[in-house]
């Protein structure tokens, strides 16, 4: 069975640093598509960022780009995000999420969203 679970999320000052880590099980990350979305309070959720695993290619929506960084280790079976330059507007919960369909674009996956949710973890940005 398929399963994601996210830790790592806090509370952070603005400018500051958190990593995020999505613990799989049930598949082999190489076989999936995998992402982060995000959901802040009274907002709908959005794209954060996610990985093909038809050529380990990335995606990033443009409010992150240049300050997340996605990646996975397939040892571990982790996926893994790092926020850096982290802003007030950054705090929501954040979903790791798989699809086991892995060819589509990553606006395809931000819009439609992925067949496997987590639970989620909260960031708190302070300013």
């Known amino acids: 069975q398929v399963h994601v679970v996210e830790s790592g999320g806090g509370s952070v000052q603005a400018g500051g640093s958190l990593r995020l880590s999505c613990a799989a099980s049930g598949f082999t990350l190489d076989d999936y598509a995998i992402g982060w979305f995000r959901q802040a309070p009274g907002k709908e959720r959005e794209g954060v960022s996610c990985i093909s695993s038809s050529d380990g290619s990335t995606y990033y929506a443009d409010s992150v780009k240049g300050r997340f960084t996605i990646s996975r280790d397939n040892a571990k079976n982790t996926l893994y995000l790092q926020m850096n330059s982290l802003k007030p507007e950054d705090t929501a919960v954040y979903y790791c999420?798989?699809?086991?369909?892995?060819?589509?674009?990553?606006?395809?996956?931000?819009?439609?969203?992925?067949?496997?949710w987590g639970k989620g973890t909260l960031v708190t940005v302070s300013s």
């Open positions: 999420a798989a699809d086991p369909v892995p060819y589509y674009s990553g606006s395809y996956y931000f819009r439609y969203g992925m067949d496997y």
